[in-house]
């Protein structure tokens, strides 16, 4: 069964600091992954996606891939109360149209 | 495009009765999906459609939960008879085409809360 794994949270980082989020999938056919943000009462945003090995940074985030670990993870740099939030971690398989997705981590940005 | 529609965006009903949820997907996108999210089991696959076609009901959860995708613009959700154990929020998505290469995006409606008393 494809599994995607994330620390429920809450994780509590200082306004400007480094936010590191980390999630790890079970399915070794995943080629796509996803991070999506969603504030309280509202619904999932995606922030970016990511299918090659290594780093894509847009703006303050950075996703990072490593297949060979099977891991993703989630850097927001400069961190703002604003991001505070919780970030759902997505796998997708290739030639699938389903996603599997985690049950998210609480961020908690204190100014 | 105005995005994922979901009507209506806050339902609450009795126990018994029938509810209909409902989803306009993002035009051109050839997959609709739907979702229940809950604090204990997070966020669930219920169903999803490719092409008004349904691929994949085994996450409905029994017989009390119908889909239905009578065009390429319009879907619903309905819950006969509802229980309380129902409550959470339903959420609606669509998506382009198959995965890879972020091509299988998936884009979110505002979603439908419901109680059911």
């Known amino acids: 069964q494809k599994e995607v794994e994330q620390n429920s949270g809450p994780l509590s980082v200082p306004e400007g600091a480094i936010a590191s989020l980390n999630c790890t999938y079970s399915d070794r056919g995943s080629q796509s992954f996803f991070w999506y943000r969603q504030y309280s009462g509202k619904s999932p945003e995606l922030i970016m996606f990511?299918?090659?090995?290594g780093d894509k940074e847009d703006g303050r985030f950075t996703a990072q891939l490593n297949k060979a670990s099977q891991y993703v993870s989630l850097l927001i740099r400069d961190s703002q109360p604003s991001d505070s939030a919780t970030y759902l971690c997505?796998?997708?398989?290739?030639?699938?149209?389903?996603?599997?997705f985690g049950k998210g981590t609480m961020l908690l940005v204190s100014p | 495009d105005a995005g994922v529609i979901q009507s209506p965006r806050h339902e609450v009903t009795e126990m018994g009765q029938e509810v209909t949820l409902r989803c306009k997907p993002i035009?051109?996108?050839?997959?609709l999906f739907w979702y229940r999210q809950t604090m204990m089991r997070g966020l669930e696959l219920l169903i999803y459609?490719?092409?008004?076609?349904?691929?994949?009901d085994s996450g409905m959860p029994e017989d009390r939960f119908s889909a239905k995708m009578p065009n390429a613009s319009f879907s619903t959700l309905k819950i006969q008879p509802s229980e309380p154990r129902d409550s959470a929020v339903y959420f609606c998505a669509s998506s382009l085409e198959k995965g890879g290469g972020g091509t299988d995006t998936q884009y979110f409606g505002p979603g439908t809360r419901l109680t059911v008393l």
């Open positions: 997505a796998a997708g398989v290739s030639g699938y149209s389903t996603l599997t």
């Open positions: 035009s051109g996108h050839d997959y």
């Open positions: 459609f490719n092409n008004n076609v349904p691929i994949d």
């Open positions: 990511i299918y090659s090995n």
